[in-house]
C-alpha cells in the first residue's frame, strides 16, 4: 500500500516491552497557491491531489463549478491553480438554505459506515488516518487522508468529476462536525452529513441555518440525528 513507511517502535503490552515495527502514515506538506495571492500550507497524504484541491475551492466557495477551473498545476505536492474566484467567498452573511428531497434510511446508514470502514485501509493498517466517502444513487467514492478536511475535500472533488447531483448526495466519514466541516457542504449543496462522532454546537447552528441534515455516533446499530431529521427515514 502507498504512503505508509515502517518505523521501529517499543511496543508495550501486559506488563512486557519487546522492539518491534510499525507502521505509519506518510504525510507531506500541500503548498498551495490560489491566483498568485491566496497561499495555503497543510499536511496531506499525497494522492489524488487533482480531486483534493478541487474538493478544497469548492468547498471553500472559492469556485461554483469545475468550469471556474481556467488552469492548474499540480507538482507533488506543490498546486498552483488559476481560478475565476467566486465573489462571495469568505462571505457567509448570505448563506442561503439548501433545498433537497433526498432522503436516507436507517438501514443504507448503518450499512454505508461498515462498508466505509472496510474501505479505510490505511486507518486499519495504522490508526494514522481519516475516511470520507460521498454517496451518489449507486455510488460511492472514498478516500483517505491524515485531515478529516482533506479527506471530505479529496471525495468531493471525486463526485464533482464524476458529475454527481450534490443535492441527491451525502457525505459519510470519520470525525467531529463543527461548524467549518458543516460550510463545506452548504458551499456544494450536500445536505446530508453522517459521520461516527460527535457534533459541535456550532456545527449545529450552522447545519440548522443551511438546512443540513447531521447524523453522527454511528456505532453498531445506533447514531443520533440532530437536525433536520425528516431526511432519515426511521
Known sequence: ?????EVDAIQYKK??????????????????????NITHSLSVINDSMKEFITGYML??????????IIALKIDGC???????????????????PLKSTLTVTKEEILEKMEELKEKA????????AHVAGIVCGDEFIVKEDV????????VIGAGAYE?????????????????????????????ILITNAAPTYSGIQLAEEGNITLVGFV?????????????IKI
Open 78 to 96: 506543490e498546486i498552483e491553480a488559476e481560478i475565476d474566484l467566486n465573489e462571495n467567498y469568505n462571505n457567509q452573511s448570505n448563506l442561503k
Open 219 to 231: 456505532r453498531g446499530n445506533r447514531f443520533n440525528i440532530y437536525t433536520n431529521t425528516e431526511k
Open 15 to 36: 506488563e512486557i516491552a519487546k522492539e518491534g515495527k510499525e507502521l505509519v502514515i506518510v504525510d507531506e506538506k500541500a503548498q498551495i497557491k490560489i491566483n498568485n
Open 163 to 191: 458529475e454527481f447531483d450534490f443535492s441527491k448526495s451525502y457525505i459519510i466519514f470519520s470525525g467531529r462536525m463543527p461548524a467549518d466541516m458543516v460550510m463545506k457542504l452548504v458551499n456544494v449543496g450536500i445536505p
Open 59 to 68: 468547498s471553500e466557495g472559492m469556485i461554483k463549478s469545475i468550469a471556474d
Open 1 to 5: 500500500m502507498e504512503n505508509l513507511k
Open 147 to 154: 485531515s478529516r478536511h482533506v479527506a471530505v475535500d479529496k
Open 121 to 128: 485501509l490505511r486507518w486499519e493498517a495504522t490508526g494514522g
